[in-house]
């Protein structure tokens, strides 16, 4: 090597040669970053990570990166050992229970219903419908009771009868299912559905009388093939939909076949069609359901009306569109709806009510449908769109307003509403200003900002400028997302126009801390459905005040850095000395001080690792491998807001809060750190450690289900047998939640609910098996979407028992809360299961139960380590009866949220 080269002008190209590379190659592998450092700089060379390109630009502190570099790697391959992670967890500051980013507006936004929702127009009354009905369901044998009444008339015209007049004779069926089609196009008549088949189970007595639902893509000729397999009885079947008039080619043949196959088997195929005349499959005895409705496409002039003034409305339902149309004097009854439902620019699979794609939308304004109506079409239609989004929060219905306001429709309005719309917008730029200046991005900002992004998406090609009816959603979008990365103000508005912020945010806030490589990085926390960053691994979330963060290392020197809310932070680990007393690395901020230590393998784990999720290590359970993540100490936010609450309330048409013993929420901090099961205990691992499988639904890979709590104790046991602490257990109640929040502050960890109806919302596919897509029975673990914290099946597939009772919450912050851990008492059962509806598969649901039960949707998952209690040891006391051992009901059965 020729020493006295001078190195390339260019510190990163220099001078290459093949022997060259193969040193730096060599040295690189085998020795030290100095010599690494030195043979580079010999050859011409200059390290440099790797950085992406469009990089997150981070604050300036003390020298520190200005442009963040993002180290990319394998999962697993980040650090060697010793690990870091979060030891111990300590809150500074009692916090009151009081979510983040509370306003300070006079006109907040509010978090539960004003007003119910108007009485449901049924399609016609039940007095109406129950004749008709009675007439279909009756069997009429040839004979029955002697007429007089006809008698004597005979008698009277001086007529000789050929035999002796009599009543006919009807008779119910002994059996009754009654089938309620809920395909995406009979939307607006699920509410009829559920009131015809609730009348009928009160009116028909003496009649074995079952309700199952034909969900989105399920082949009705399939679902009878299936319950003939399985051995159930249905009797005469009832169906309340359209036969398959209004669906897709194809599924009007397989209604003639399934009254073929009814007829084989002796049984009568009935049902109720939203029309009249004779356009139902062959070997159906039908009746009307609404006498004036027609055939598919008889009314395409009023299905042109409804969509002009359905235009104009933000929040759509069906009650308001059946209503409408009887307003309007449209003679396309039930079958304007459908059409409705089944068109192109709606997407009809919302419960409450259809929602209008943009384009359509777009369209529909540019060429004017909305203004060309009657003024008493309009008017009609701004008055029920007020009634029917009273319900709700204000902010939707003003929107509806600034939609009157921009086709210049104002007066349709009820007087003085565009005033109340502007000084309601007012007062929503007021709390975003304060949301901003004190940096607080908690729910009640991302839920604001989330729908300033919608309405300017529903908004088009409208200008939010001075001179725009949207202004005032201008100024407040411009408070809400300034500081993100890649802002992009709507037309009309001037983002250098706010004033400067202040040095301190007044309210907390928060950041989350992640490793990459030998670098800590800073950024704000994941939010609901994010994935995974590849080559970066959780470590914790620091609540904070102030902007102010110290690291403070055992070896050296005390750092400050100075962050503010959304900013994102890089800057290299200290020096970390595994083995001593004190913990390697020590973060304080004003309201928390975390302290972080090194993890070597324990005995009891055959692996230990880190990937992109966090920490995890695997151990030997009697024979299977099982793995477990670290789940850090820290703070979250337990149980579910009001306005939740009552969301999954009305998806199953409650007309109360059923849901209040998940508040209020409040603020709960962990103070140790634990392991918990990746998965739930699988079939194999019971079977590996009990030598012996009494689950419903067979299958390795299948989670255990038909256990009770004691039996789970039982496990517990047998499954330490030889193993030293920590000893395995059940996590508590809390726990549980953290782990499945993973900081999400969301329903669940894949995001907001958005009801398609009791059994369907389309945010569960990705993360959950549950009513809508379970199929009635467990399915394998691992099969869908972990959590942010690598957690599998936390939501769905089987109830999860918890080692304590339920608590009572209350409104303050609670340190380490524990229920009852009594054997006799009811023990905590969380994240619904294969048959729960969808409102029961989220991270807030609270369900209970007596130890001894025993359902086929129940199962657990292990925790191990301290957490908040060792009680874990405690003895199973009794035995589970094998009375108690049974299966959820078929189809539309839902567990009790507390047994005794």
């Not at 008055?383 to 902010?395: H, K, T, V, Y």
């Not at 109830?799 to 229920?819: A, F, I, K, S």
């Amino acid at each position: 090597m020729d020493k006295g080269r001078k190195p390339a002008d260019n510190p990163v190209r220099g001078q290459k040669s093949a022997v060259g590379r193969a040193d730096l190659l060599r040295v690189w592998a085998e020795g030290g970053q100095e010599a690494r450092d030195q043979l580079a700089a010999e050859l011409g060379y200059q390290f440099q990570p790797k950085v992406e390109k469009g990089g997150e630009v981070s604050l300036t502190a003390g020298g520190f990166l200005q442009q963040e570099e993002l180290l990319t790697g394998d999962p697993g391959q980040f650090a060697p050992l010793p690990f870091l992670y979060l030891a111990e967890f300590e809150s500074k500051e009692e916090q009151q229970g009081k979510p983040k980013g509370t306003s300070k507006s006079s006109v907040p936004i509010p978090t539960r219903p004003k007003a119910d929702p108007p009485t449901w127009p049924d399609l016609c009354s039940w007095s109406e419908l129950a004749p008709r009905l009675e007439t279909l369901l009756s069997k009429t044998p040839p004979k029955g009771r002697l007429d007089e009444q006809a008698l004597v008339d005979q008698a009277a015209r001086l007529e000789l009868p050929e035999r002796m007049p009599r009543h006919p004779r009807r008779r119910l069926p002994e059996t009754l299912t009654i089938l309620a089609d809920r395909t995406g196009h009979l939307t607006p008549l699920y509410q009829d559905q559920a009131v015809v088949a609730e009348h009928l189970a009160e009116n028909l007595h003496g009649v074995e009388v079952q309700t199952e639902a034909l969900c989105l893509g399920m082949d009705p000729l399939r679902w009878y093939q299936q319950k003939r397999a399985r051995g159930q009885k249905t009797g005469d079947l009832l169906v309340l939909g359209d036969l398959g008039v209004f669906a897709e080619t194809g599924t009007f043949r397989r209604w003639e076949n399934l009254a073929r196959l009814l007829a084989a088997d002796g049984h009568r195929a009935l049902a109720v069609i939203p029309f009249g005349g004779d356009w139902a499959p062959a070997g159906w005895q039908t009746v009307p359901w609404d006498v004036e409705a027609a055939p598919p496409n008889s009314f395409k002039d009023e299905l042109e009306v409804l969509r002009g003034l359905l235009s104009v409305g933000v929040r759509l339902h069906w009650g308001l569109i059946r209503q409408l149309r009887r307003r309007l004097g449209l003679t396309g009854g039930a079958t304007l709806e459908l059409e409705l439902a089944r068109h192109a620019g709606f997407d009809s699979r919302h419960v409450l009510g259809p929602v209008m794609d943009e384009e359509e939308r777009q369209s529909c304004w540019q060429k004017g449908s909305f203004e060309e109506l009657p003024e008493a079409h309009r008017r009609a239609f701004a008055e029920l769109l007020q009634i029917w989004n009273a319900s709700f929060g204000p902010e939707i219905w003003f929107e509806e307003v600034l939609n009157f306001q921009r086709l210049n429709s104002e007066l349709m309005l009820p007087a003085g509403e565009a005033e109340r719309a502007a000084s309601f917008f007012q007062g929503l730029e007021d709390e975003l200003r304060a949301f901003h200046q004190e940096g607080a991005r908690g729910n009640r900002f991302m839920a604001i900002a989330g729908w300033l992004e919608r309405a300017r998406g529903r908004s088009g090609e409208a200008g939010w400028g001075e001179e725009s009816p949207y202004q005032p959603l201008g100024r407040a979008w411009q408070w809400a997302f300034r500081d993100l990365p890649g802002f992009d103000p709507p037309r009309g508005l001037n983002p250098d126009a706010l004033p400067p912020e202040d040095e301190d945010p007044t309210e907390a806030w928060e950041v989350a801390l992640f490793q990459t490589g030998n670098r800590l990085r800073f950024r704000p926390p994941p939010q609901a459905g994010d994935l995974p960053r590849a080559g970066e691994s959780y470590l914790a979330t620091l609540p904070l005040q102030k902007r102010r963060i110290y690291l403070e290392p055992a070896q050296g020197a005390v750092q400050e850095l100075i962050l503010k809310p959304g900013s994102v932070f890089a800057l290299d680990l200290p020096p970390l000395e595994a083995g001593t007393d004190a913990a390697p690395l020590v973060i304080r901020t004003d309201l928390a001080e975390l302290k972080f230590n090194t993890m070597q393998k324990e005995d009891w784990q055959c692996q230990l690792f880190r990937d992109q999720y966090g920490l995890a290590c695997t151990f030997d359970l009697a024979g299977v491998e099982h793995r477990m993540r670290w789940i850090p100490p820290g703070e979250f936010w337990m149980g579910s807001t009001e306005e939740e609450q009552w969301a999954a309330s009305r998806s199953i048409g409650e007309k109360e809060n059923v849901f209040s013993d998940e508040g209020p929420r409040h603020r709960v901090e962990i103070s140790e750190g634990f392991w918990l099961g990746e998965v739930p205990v699988t079939q194999k691992q019971w079977q590996a450690v009990m030598g012996e499988n009494r689950s419903s639904f067979k299958g390795e890979q299948h989670p255990v289900e038909q256990v009770s709590w004691l039996e789970v104790q039982k496990f517990l046991k047998k499954a330490m047998s030889g193993l030293e602490d920590p000893p395995l257990r059940l996590p508590l109640e809390c726990e549980w939640e953290r782990a499945c929040r993973a900081g999400t502050l969301e329903a669940t960890y894949g995001g907001e609910l958005e009801y398609e109806s009791a059994t369907k919302a389309a945010v569960l596919d990705d993360i959950a098996w549950y009513s809508g897509n379970g199929g009635r029975e467990t399915h394998p673990v691992k099969e869908k979407r972990p959590n942010p914290w690598g957690l599998y099946d936390l939501l769905g597939n089987v109830w999860e028992w918890c080692l304590d009772g339920r608590r009572d919450y209350q409104d303050q912050r609670e340190p380490n809360p524990v229920g009852s851990l009594e054997n006799e008492g009811s023990k905590c059962l969380r994240g619904g299961s294969w048959g729960t509806r969808a409102c029961n598969v989220r991270a807030a649901i609270r369900g209970a139960a007596h130890p001894v039960r025993v359902w086929n949707d129940d199962g657990f998952r292990l925790a191990r380590g301290p957490g908040a209690l060792q009680a874990s040891r405690a003895e199973p006391e009794g035995e589970p009866p094998s009375a108690g051992r049974r299966k959820r009901p078929s189809y539309g059965g839902e567990p009790s949220r507390e047994e005794g």
